[in-house]
């Protein structure tokens, strides 16, 4: 199982991002899976969060209003929009699965990393 990240870039503050990230392997409808980012001389931190559904998603604070999670169980991919970006926003972003419905917003909770995609949000 793995997972391969896309979408990153620059962007100037107030813009718009669409991360994709996409599953190869079996099963991706019984999977939680999140969004984590890391800013230079940070820890990894949770932004978003889905059930294997789709149908319950959680957000850190510092995105909620911004950003959505969402997911395509039929494609294998899972996205993560970002909207009014601002400079605070600029970090590698890493998609993320665990083999478990439920979903959870700590990192060690998950087992499966997806290789990161660099956002670059300029003012």
């Known amino acids: 199982v793995q997972l391969q990240a896309c979408g990153g870039g620059l962007v100037q503050a107030g813009g718009s991002l669409r991360l994709s990230c996409a599953f190869s392997g079996r099963s991706f409808s019984r999977y939680a899976t999140a969004w984590f980012r890391q800013a230079p001389g940070k820890e990894r931190e949770f932004v978003g969060n889905?059930?294997?559904?789709?149908?319950?998603?959680a957000y850190a604070d510092s995105v909620k209003g911004r950003f959505t999670v969402s997911r395509d169980n039929a494609r294998n991919m899972m996205y993560l929009q970002m909207n009014s970006l601002t400079p605070e926003d600029t970090a590698v972003y890493y998609c993320?699965?665990?083999?478990?419905?439920?979903?959870?917003?700590?990192?060690?909770?998950?087992?499966?990393w997806g290789q990161g995609t660099l956002v670059t949000v300029s003012s």
């Open positions: 993320a699965a665990r083999f478990t419905h439920s979903s959870k917003i700590v990192p060690g909770e998950y087992d499966i």
């Open positions: 889905s059930i294997w559904s789709g149908r319950s998603t």
